[in-house]
């Protein structure tokens, strides 16, 4: 099946300090990817969509410039948490969708994120 | 607006019972898909069961099984012989264009041994 990769899984970093995180479609090219956001025993919360070599199409209340992702190729995106703060302490997930017209997303392992 | 509704937090079901799980969606579309979503401790979301609703037949897979009322808008994932590995989070997922998924809040379920 199709396999999407998350690095890295687990990063603290210190307030100020900017944090990038990378995600992979392994065996398949993606089309579009999606950025989730996760808080503990909550859903899924949309962050942003992103075409590979289009710009990203951010949910309402995202700060992009604090959010930056890039979606460059079609097997790679990145999520670029600026000037992080505690607040931004989370759990990000991934996922992507082949265009194979089943709509199905395939998720990545998630990426867990403390700002100390 | 799309939205999914899960009105059931929390359900449990003695280990290789029968459990239901609930979901409702709100649409103005004719042709989407449905989900249904699995999240264990590890949170790596997994993809339990797919539905296309111009499809008539309920999808099964496995223990899975839904029971999809398009007219109703209804969407629930029944779960047979629960085992232990079925412990988890349970999201339900709707989509009409393959660029926007909305989910529903989750169900946690316990499984009872």
């Known amino acids: 099946g199709a396999v999407v990769s998350q690095h890295p899984s687990w990063v603290i970093c210190k307030s100020g300090t900017s944090v990038k995180i990378e995600c992979r479609s392994l065996?398949?090219?993606?089309?579009?990817m999606f950025w989730y956001r996760q808080f503990p025993k909550q859903s899924l919360m949309l962050m942003a969509t992103?075409?590979?070599?289009?710009?990203?199409?951010?949910e309402q209340g995202v700060e992009k410039d604090k959010f930056l992702i890039n979606h460059a190729s079609l097997t790679l995106s990145t999520l670029t948490v600026t000037s992080a703060h505690p607040e931004d302490s989370s759990f990000y997930i991934c996922?992507?969708?082949?265009?194979?017209?089943?709509?199905?997303?395939?998720f990545g392992p998630g990426t867990r994120l403390t700002v100390t | 607006a799309q939205t999914v509704t899960q009105s059931q937090p929390e359900m449990s079901v003695q280990e290789a019972e029968t459990v239901t799980l609930s979901c409702t969606y709100d649409t103005s579309e004719s042709d989407y898909y449905l989900f249904w979503y699995k999240q264990p401790p590890s949170r790596q979301m997994i993809l339990v069961i797919r539905q296309e609703a111009y499809k008539q037949q309920n999808a099964t897979e496995n223990r899975f099984s839904v029971n999809f009322q398009k007219a109703a808008k209804s969407f629930s994932l029944k779960i047979s012989d629960s085992q232990l590995g079925d412990a988890a989070m349970y999201f339900c997922?709707?989509?009409?264009?393959?660029?926007?998924?909305?989910f529903g809040t989750g169900t946690s379920l316990t499984v009872i041994p």
């Open positions: 997922a709707y989509s009409y264009t393959g660029n926007q998924f909305y």
């Open positions: 992103s075409n590979e070599g289009s710009k990203a199409t951010y």
């Open positions: 065996d398949f090219q993606a089309t579009t």
């Open positions: 996922s992507a969708t082949g265009g194979t017209g089943n709509y199905e997303q395939y």
